[in-house]
């Protein structure tokens, strides 16, 4: 009879901690059936597609039903569902400190919301370490792109520190620069002279005193927050001190000429650089509005309470500013929104990244709130998509990423709804396929309620 008790006991201990697992397709074949595929190749929905996936790639796709290699699969119903490339975070922070812990909780959560790929853009050492586990399978996370310890006005004093700082962190393994502001006409140059030298990309911000036609012709790999394009279109600009232009020319964006974007645009086209706009910065923290009502969002549970003080008082303190003018936020918003459509008409590259977390942009979620801002701007929700999809695969020069084809990583979101339709689809997540391991909604819960802060 004890026995009898024990088994019984330990049925209900196994099943009252029943963990949703992640389902590898490594050595094994998972079939999302009866899916309404969006390719992403052009803008289309083709109706009641299957997938094959195995060994973390597409193996097939084609009308349901008739792919071999499909029975023994496990199988995922795509009934009513609509599925996509997984995203990627083109402007994220990891933390930059030694607790691998936190770097990977971070990486996490944007998985979890469907972000396979992010650009780290505040490098450091253990970085690359949690790059190199993800690579070989070691830890689960988005694929990792990462640049390594900023250069900025703080880091780098002399020409020789820069170009020093540039070989080392070519020697480490890094992807490529961040750039922060500060830099000098003679930094820049040191930078840009050694980049070129070690062949080591470089990005992020166009510091003040080197502004936006110095750094097009060095030929930035992407300019992100769109630094300096608003400031460009300010006569008299020269004349004008950094501290009343303020961040992205929040105190002064009411004085863009806009007749001026065209040269803007003919800049960043002819030298190929992406634009990663970050919007959510312009949106979400300029334009704050009362930002106790910003970090009552659901999402801000995965925020220490820390950080959402220290997003409070950002927004406090800009406000406070006695520059700070909320018509002149209101027209940062609508140039930078003119600038995009000029972007998105002449063929300029647009990445999605919001910059999270920076100032009110969860991991993950602040993605999808980017998107919108695009759709805000005027691209359709297609082009949107093609930010942090199709556009991703071709500034990381592979055409496996960002897109739903035989021989592709198996890297998707199903959806409840179409995004084409309305972009806000793209939050109403069924599953996430991060390199071929399929996460259900079941686990995706599961393992966000893990993540979840004081
Ligand atoms: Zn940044």
Redesign the pocket.
């Given at each position: 009879m004890s026995r009898l008790l024990t088994i019984i006991f330990l049925l209900i201990h196994c099943y009252s901690n029943a963990q949703e697992q992640l389902i590898s397709s490594s050595g094994k074949n998972i079939l999302i059936r009866n899916v309404n595929l969006i390719p992403m190749e052009r803008e289309v929905v083709i109706p009641r597609q299957d997938i094959l996936i195995r060994d973390g790639k597409i193996a097939a796709i084609g009308n349901t039903g008739t792919l071999t290699g499909s029975k023994d699969a496990f199988i995922i119903d795509g009934t009513g569902k609509f599925i996509i490339p997984g995203l990627a975070e083109m402007?994220a922070?990891v933390p930059p400190e030694d607790n691998l812990k936190a770097i990977e909780e971070t990486g996490f959560l944007f998985a979890l919301k469907g972000i396979t790929t992010i650009r780290g853009?505040?490098g450091h050492p253990r970085h690359i370490e949690y790059r190199n586990k993800i690579n070989s399978g070691e830890i689960i996370g988005p694929r990792f792109i990462t640049s390594g310890p900023s250069l900025s006005g703080g880091s780098v004093k002399t020409a020789e520190e820069a170009s020093a700082m540039v070989k080392a962190e070519k020697a480490a393994g890094y992807d490529f620069l961040k750039l922060h502001p500060g830099l000098t006409p003679e930094t820049f140059a040191a930078i840009e002279k050694t980049a070129k030298e070690v062949n080591i990309p470089f990005a992020?911000h166009v510091s003040y005193k080197v502004g936006v036609w110095r750094a097009i012709d060095a030929g930035y790999a992407t300019i992100?927050h769109m630094d300096w394009f608003v400031e460009s279109l300010v006569p008299g600009i020269d004349t004008i001190p950094e501290s009343a232009v303020g961040l992205f020319a929040v105190f002064i964006a009411d004085r863009a000429d806009e007749s001026r974007i065209p040269k803007l645009i003919n800049g960043l086209k002819s030298k190929n650089i992406y634009v990663v706009p970050t919007e959510c910065i312009t949106r979400r923290w300029f334009a704050a509005g009362d930002p106790e009502l910003l970090i009552a969002a659901p999402e801000m549970k995965y925020m220490s309470s820390k950080t959402k003080t220290s997003w409070v008082n950002a927004a406090k303190n800009l406000q406070q500013n006695p520059s700070y003018k909320p018509a002149t936020v209101k027209s940062l918003i609508e140039v930078r929104h003119h600038i995009l459509r000029e972007c998105q008409k002449s063929g300029v590259g647009i990445l999605l990244g919001s910059?999270a977390p920076?100032e009110f942009d969860v991991p993950g979620f602040s993605a999808h709130q980017e998107l919108q801002y695009y759709v805000d701007a005027g691209l359709t929700p297609y082009q949107a998509l093609v930010t942090g999809t199709v556009n991703v695969g071709r500034y990381l020069k592979r055409t496996d990423i960002g897109i739903i084809k035989p021989g592709a990583v198996a890297d998707l979101i199903l959806l409840g709804a179409d995004p084409l339709k309305n972009i806000s689809a793209t939050k109403d997540i069924n599953g996430v396929m991060l390199s071929g391991k399929w996460m259900s909604e079941s686990y995706i819960i599961q393992e966000l309620k893990k993540l979840e802060k004081d």
């Open positions: 402007h922070h853009m505040l992020g992100d910059g920076q």
